[in-house]
């Protein structure tokens, strides 16, 4: 009995000594922490986000101007580029949008935009990324300091 009297002593100090919840950033940590993210706002596009904002008839620089209340530059990478190509005829409305004047072109050596997008967006904190594929923004999520915008 004494035994067992000193491994639930063990146990109970074991258990005192693990996290079991970590307090949540605040909503506003992210603009503060962040100098570099200021007007006019980087939003690297996604596949999808081009594609639900054609099917929900959003025009994309003027509905990201109003959500973001200022200037904004919307970034496509070459591998968004090449899934929309990719996608063929159904889609190649969302590529003739994907190819407007006002979007800045980003060059990539990866195949796989989202790969591509979490590369980029960990090594230089000036992309807001505009997605609505859940496992993409799963992703995005682990990367600390990473504005995601999506449509609902």
Same mark, same amino acid.
């Given at each position: ?6 491994? +639930? ?36 596009? +996604? ?67 989202? +790969? ?16 609505? +594929? ?19």
């Amino acid at each position: 009995t004494a035994l067992s009297e000193i491994k +639930d002593e063990a146990a109970v100090r074991y258990n005192k000594t693990q996290v079991t919840a970590i307090a949540a950033p605040s909503a506003h940590m992210f603009l503060s922490e962040n100098l570099a993210m200021k007007p006019p706002y980087h939003v690297w596009l +996604d596949t999808n986000f081009i594609n639900f904002s054609m099917q929900n008839k959003i025009e994309i620089v003027e509905g990201l101007m109003d959500c973001l209340l200022a200037k904004v530059i919307p970034c496509v990478c070459d591998c968004v580029m090449a899934e929309l190509e990719k996608l063929g005829r159904k889609f190649r409305i969302a590529l003739k949008i994907a190819r407007d004047k006002r979007f800045k072109r980003l060059s990539c050596d990866t195949k796989y935009a989202d +790969d591509c997008v979490c590369r980029t967006v960990s090594s230089n904190p000036v992309y807001i990324v505009a997605t609505c +594929d859940q496992d993409l923004k799963r992703r995005l999520r682990k990367i600390p300091g990473v504005p995601i915008m999506y449509l609902s």
